[in-house]
């Protein structure tokens, strides 16, 4: 299968968070949509270990996808699965636990963690838990909530992760390549597609999605 370098999309959110919420971290719904409609058929399970506001599962469904998930946050949880006509296929845990849930298994996964730089200590993925503190802490977290992914895709399933590398006064943290490096430890690298953003705020053209394979 070839993958494209580069491909240019809209900078649309078709499915917005409630009034109030910090989503600032909500992926524009034509980056799902071009990976669901490239990469998966009718009635196929999409899967994103990072709910987040349900951007992936909102798609899904739409394009006739059976959407699965799990989100740590319990009000994004609750309003994700208060609009999704499959809200019984989500659940509000820790994703490094996918092993536990009784998920079927899934044809695509595509997602978008919570990103960190390097000089930052709160660790998303345990909760700001202090034990857990920085950035080693946090990409082993990663290697070992996608080797938990594993368990739960087909072979030769894709899985499309969306990163961003995170410049700051402070430091430049290169979140692609070691994103790239955590899940390779249970999948085959096969791309890095680069998004150009139409319309795309100020400071933001472009972004990343890594292409894998459950081989």
Same mark, same amino acid.
């Given at each position: 299968?070839?993958?494209?370098?580069?491909?240019?999309?809209?900078?649309?959110?078709?499915? #917005?968070?409630?009034?109030?919420?910090?989503?600032?971290?909500? +992926?524009?719904?034509?980056?799902?949509?071009?990976?669901?409609?490239? +990469? %998966?058929?009718?009635?196929?399970? /999409?899967?994103?270990? @990072?709910?987040?506001?349900?951007?992936?599962?909102? /798609?899904?469904?739409?394009?006739?996808?059976?959407?699965?998930?799990?989100?740590?946050?319990?009000?994004?949880?609750?309003?994700?699965?208060?609009?999704?006509?499959?809200?019984?296929?989500?659940?509000?845990?820790? #994703?490094?636990?996918?092993?536990?849930?009784?998920?079927?298994?899934?044809?695509?996964?595509?997602?978008?963690?919570?990103?960190?730089?390097?000089?930052?200590?709160?660790?998303?993925?345990?909760?700001?838990?202090?034990?857990?503190?920085?950035?080693? #802490?946090?990409?082993?977290?990663?290697?070992?909530?996608?080797?938990?992914?594993?368990?739960?895709?087909?072979?030769?399933?894709?899985?499309?992760?969306?990163?961003?590398?995170?410049?700051?006064?402070?430091? @430049?943290?290169?979140?692609?390549?070691?994103?790239?490096?955590?899940?390779?430890?249970?999948?085959?690298?096969? #791309?890095?597609?680069?998004?150009?953003?139409?319309?795309?705020?100020?400071?933001?053209?472009? %972004?990343?999605?890594?292409? @894998?394979?459950?081989?």
């Amino acid at each position: 299968m070839q993958y494209p370098d580069f491909i240019t999309l809209p900078y649309i959110q078709e499915y #917005a968070a409630q009034h109030g919420e910090d989503a600032s971290d909500q +992926y524009p719904s034509a980056l799902p949509r071009h990976f669901i409609e490239a +990469y %998966t058929k009718p009635k196929q399970r /999409v899967f994103d270990p @990072f709910m987040g506001f349900g951007t992936s599962a909102f /798609v899904a469904e739409d394009l006739g996808r059976v959407p699965y998930g799990v989100e740590a946050d319990g009000e994004r949880f609750e309003w994700s699965a208060g609009q999704l006509e499959g809200w019984q296929n989500i659940i509000c845990g820790d #994703a490094a636990e996918i092993g536990t849930y009784d998920f079927p298994m899934m044809d695509f996964c595509i997602t978008s963690p919570p990103f960190i730089p390097m000089h930052e200590n709160w660790n998303p993925l345990y909760g700001g838990d202090p034990e857990y503190a920085g950035y080693d #802490a946090y990409l082993a977290r990663m290697a070992e909530i996608f080797a938990a992914v594993k368990g739960v895709m087909k072979h030769n399933a894709l899985i499309v992760v969306h990163v961003d590398n995170i410049a700051h006064k402070k430091s @430049f943290t290169p979140l692609v390549r070691d994103m790239s490096l955590a899940v390779s430890r249970s999948f085959k690298p096969q #791309a890095d597609v680069i998004i150009k953003w139409e319309d795309a705020p100020d400071g933001y053209a472009l %972004t990343h999605c890594l292409v @894998f394979k459950n081989a």
